[in-house]
T-cell receptor
Framework: AQSVSQHNHHVILSEAASLELGCNYS??????LFWYVQYPGQHLQLLLK??????LVKGIKGFEAEFIKSKFSFNLRKPSVQWSDTAEYFC?????????????FGSGTRLLVRP | DAGVTQSPTHLIKTRGQQVTLRCSPK?????VSWYQQALGQGPQFIFQ???????QRGNFPDRFSGHQFPNYSSELNVNALLLGDSALYLC?????????????FGPGTRLTVL
C-alpha cells in the first residue's frame, strides 16, 4: 500500500532562515506528488505539484521541491522563510494508474517562523 | 467563482447519533472526494464520487456512506457515531477532464462527538 512519511513533525525557524521539509513515499509505480499548506484558520491549499519532466518544480510564494526518484523523496525548500509561512505543510501522492486519484497524505509538519 | 463550500462549519453530536455533512464542488468540477482529518494527522481518504456513484473507497467502515447529486454536490453520512469519529471532515473537488491534476479543498466541517 502507498504511504507517505514526513519525518519533521515540528520545525521552528527564525525569519530569513532556509527551510527544507522532508517527504518520502513508498510506492513502486509512477506517482504524482504534491505539497499542500494549511495556514492557521484556512483550508488546504496547493503549494506545488509534480507529474513529470523537470524534477525541480517551483510553486507559489517562493517554494520549490525536488523529486528524487531513486530516493523516493520530494522535499520542500524555501531559501528564506517569512513569518507568514507559519503553517502546517502536507506532502501527498497519487498514483496515476488509480482512476480515482485519491490523495495519500503524510502526517504533516508544523512550521513556526519567529519574527 | 465560488470555491468548494461545506456545511455546516461545526457540529456537535452524541454517541450513537447520525450526521450528514454537505459539500458543493468548485464550478466546473464533476468529482467529489471526502477526507477525514483527525487532530494532529494528515487527511485520510474516505471515498470519492463521480457520476453519482462511489468510485473508490478508503479503509472506513460501512457506517460512512455518501451520495452525489446530479448537480455534483455531495453528502457524507455517518451512522452510529463513535467518539473516534471526532475530526475535521474535508471535501475536495476535481475535474475528470484534467485527470484530477488538482483537488481543491473546502474549509471543512469540524465534527465533535460527545
Amino acid at each position: 500500500a502507498q504511504s507517505v512519511s514526513q519525518h519533521n513533525h515540528h520545525v521552528i525557524l527564525s525569519e530569513a532562515a532556509s527551510l527544507e521539509l522532508g517527504c518520502n513515499y513508498s510506492y513502486g509505480g509512477t506517482v504524482n506528488l504534491f505539497w499542500y499548506v494549511q495556514y492557521p484558520g484556512q483550508h488546504l491549499q496547493l503549494l506545488l505539484k509534480y507529474f513529470s519532466g523537470d524534477p525541480l518544480v517551483k510553486g507559489i510564494k517562493g517554494f520549490e521541491a525536488e523529486f528524487i526518484k531513486s530516493k523516493f523523496s520530494f522535499n520542500l525548500r524555501k531559501p528564506s522563510v517569512q513569518w507568514s509561512d507559519t503553517a502546517e505543510y502536507f506532502c501527498a501522492v497519487t498514483a496515476p494508474m488509480d482512476s480515482s486519484y485519491k490523495l495519500i497524505f503524510g502526517s504533516g509538519t508544523r512550521l513556526l517562523v519567529r519574527p | 467563482d465560488a470555491g468548494v463550500t461545506q456545511s455546516p462549519t461545526h457540529l456537535i453530536k452524541t454517541r450513537g447519533q447520525q450526521v450528514t455533512l454537505r459539500c458543493s464542488p468548485k464550478s466546473g468540477h464533476d468529482t467529489v472526494s471526502w477526507y477525514q482529518q483527525a487532530l494532529g494527522q494528515g487527511p485520510q481518504f474516505i471515498f470519492q464520487y463521480y457520476e453519482e456513484e462511489e468510485r473508490q473507497r478508503g479503509n472506513f467502515p460501512d457506517r460512512f456512506s455518501g451520495h452525489q447529486f446530479p448537480n455534483y454536490s455531495s453528502e457524507l453520512n455517518v451512522n452510529a457515531l463513535l467518539l473516534g469519529d471526532s475530526a475535521l471532515y474535508l471535501c475536495a473537488s476535481s475535474y475528470t477532464g484534467t485527470g484530477h491534476q488538482e483537488q481543491f479543498f473546502g474549509p471543512g466541517t469540524r465534527l465533535t462527538v460527545l
